[in-house]
C-alpha cells in the first residue's frame, strides 16, 4: 500500500464502507498530521489497515453507524 495515499483513494475507501466524505477527510488530515506514523512513532505500512481500525472505532463510539 501506498503511504501517504492519495486522498481520492482514501475517499473511495470511506465511500465504500458507507461512511462519509467529511470522515474521509478528519482521517487523511489526522494522518498527515502524524506523518502517517502510529502511536509508536513508527511509519504505518498499509493505511487501509489504520482506515478499518478508525471505521471500527468510530462504530463503537457511534452504535447508529452500524445499520449502514
Not at 512513532?41 to 445499520?67: C, F, M, S, V, Y
Request: net charge positive.
Amino acid at each position: 500500500m501506498q503511504v501517504p495515499p492519495d486522498f481520492g483513494h482514501v475517499l473511495i475507501f470511506f465511500d465504500q464502507a458507507g461512511f462519509s466524505e467529511t470522515e474521509a477527510k478528519r482521517f487523511y488530515k489526522h494522518y498527515q498530521e502524524m506523518d502517517w506514523r502510529g502511536l509508536k512513532g513508527g511509519l504505518i505500512r498499509n493505511w487501509k489497515t489504520k482506515a478499518q481500525e478508525w471505521l471500527w472505532a468510530l462504530k463503537l463510539d457511534n452504535p447508529h453507524l452500524r445499520l449502514k
